[in-house]
């Protein structure tokens, strides 16, 4: 499945090439697991506020999580589909590499941050988290710098191989430079990056174009993508257990209301027919041993029974843990392959119908009903404000004076707006949540932090 042109680098590295012990992937790794963009994740929210409890996972936990249940599905693939893979095994560690680097284009304050940055970016080309995961990998990282740049941009990030680069690209579409005030999201890649993603095909591809109608997206970045399904649907459920924001007694006596928006996230996203009898039935699946069989007189002490193991898969470390273990189990095992000998690199995975839809079920339930609700709105509505008034304030006439050298410099040699508004987004997206609130502080607390803190 792998060809030398696969694990060619953007930018040549002539006193980089290291001992012949270490392969091109196991390098990429290394300089991932090394780089200042992954340790940041450890400072951003995943679903609960780090500050919290020490308990719940944050963007780099999540991406640890991420890494290795990719990296479990691609030594399952090998093992289940080894007439079909023969000797072109997928890589498991170039799929945990894509794991590692997922979500490190993450604004603080996760989506409601992507939002603001991309409210104020949509004449500048916008701002879209996996869009600035490639970014950060193909410019931002402070490792290589091209002899010959591409354009008029030197900088070459980490340098990682087309075919890890390939790994991040979920989508294959260019966002726009302009876009409408009241346009949602886009997804996709930057125009600054279109001409390295020209070169990721073109390596990848060998040469061939993608036939009519087909999205570039190589086989691990479906597996990492069907990973973070896999960690948010089941770990963000273990967290809300945890804190109590929800309960198998809750869940399982859900009102109608939240049934339907959850069915009706699921059959967007999936384009199937899913009812509200449908969402409930996969929580009794999941919470099948907290539902006891129940004989006339016995209601009473089946209740109580029930109610006894809902608060015990809450508040019980070893249960929880077990729960989580067997769904991430079942859901690995629910992994499809089909290879494609004309084009090997966009060999497809996907999960199984029925897997699937419970994997979304899981998903989209704990999103609706913790993201929405109003204690944790509360705080994210002050992420989106205070991501808003910082990108503002550095906007602003003289706002170049409020950033740090390097910043500055490069704001400064910006040829024209859009450069300059890229450069505060990138600046502003690379912050953690705590770095974005101290910044904030200093431009309108009382509180502010000293003057001989460095920014």
């Not at 090439?17 to 780089?35: L, T």
């Not at 799929?95 to 997922?102: K, N, Q, S, T």
């Not at 089946?302 to 273990?325: D, H, M, P, Q």
């Not at 690199?345 to 009903?369: D, I, N, P």
Request: with cysteine.
């Amino acid at each position: 499945m792998y060809v030398e042109s696969d694990f060619e680098r953007p930018a040549k590295e002539q006193d980089h090439q290291g001992p012949e012990w270490r392969n091109p992937v196991s390098r990429d790794y290394g300089r991932i697991v090394h780089s200042a963009s992954f340790r940041r994740q450890q400072g951003k929210t995943q679903v609960f506020p780090g500050h919290e409890s020490d308990f719940f996972r944050n963007r780099l936990t999540h991406s640890l999580e991420v890494a290795q249940i990719a990296e479990g599905i691609a030594d399952r693939l090998n093992t289940v589909y080894k007439e079909q893979v023969g000797d072109r095994q997928i890589n498991g560690r170039l799929c945990a590499a894509a794991g590692l680097v997922h979500d490190i284009g993450h604004p603080p304050f996760g989506h409601n941050g992507e939002r603001a940055l991309d409210d104020q970016m949509k004449q500048y080309g916008g701002f879209e988290g996996n869009a600035q995961t490639l970014r950060i990998l193909s410019r931002l990282e402070k490792k290589f710098k091209y002899d010959d740049p591409v354009g008029n941009d030197e900088r070459a990030g980490l340098n990682l191989c087309f075919r890890t680069l390939a790994a991040v690209l979920k989508y294959d579409e260019v966002i726009l430079e302009k876009r409408d005030a009241k346009s949602d999201l886009a997804k996709g890649y930057y125009e600054s990056e279109a001409p390295i993603v020209a070169r990721i095909k073109e390596k990848v591809l060998r040469g061939k174009a993608l036939p009519a109608g087909v999205k570039f997206k190589t086989t691990e970045c479906a597996i990492m993508d069907i990973a973070d399904d896999i960690a948010y649907s089941v770990y963000d459920l273990e967290d809300s257990l945890k804190a109590g924001f929800l309960t198998p007694a809750s869940i399982l006596s859900s009102d109608d209301k939240l049934l339907k928006a959850v069915a009706e996230k699921v059959v967007e996203q999936l384009g199937i027919p899913v009812t509200e009898a449908d969402v409930l039935s996969t929580f009794v699946d999941v919470f099948k041993d907290l539902i006891p069989d129940v004989e006339k007189g016995d209601e009473l002490v089946s209740f109580i029974e029930a109610t006894r193991t809902s608060n015990e898969i809450c508040s019980n470390g070893y249960v929880r843990t077990a729960l989580s273990s067997l769904l991430v189990h079942e859901f690995i095992n629910g992994v499809e392959f089909v290879f494609d000998d004309e084009y090997p690199a966009l060999s497809k995975v996907s999960l199984g119908a029925e897997t699937r839809k419970k994997v979304e079920v899981l998903k989209q339930y704990t999103f609706t009903a913790i993201i929405y609700s109003s204690r944790v709105k509360l705080g994210e509505y002050r992420g989106t404000e205070l991501v808003k008034d910082i990108f503002e304030a550095l906007k602003a006439k003289k706002g170049h004076l409020l950033m740090p050298d390097d910043v500055r410099e490069r704001y400064l040699n910006a040829q024209d707006d859009a450069t300059k508004a890229r450069t505060i987004c990138d600046f502003v997206a690379g912050m953690t949540d705590r770095y974005a609130v101290e910044f904030w502080a200093r431009l309108r607390s009382d509180a502010a932090e000293s003057m001989f803190k460095s920014i």
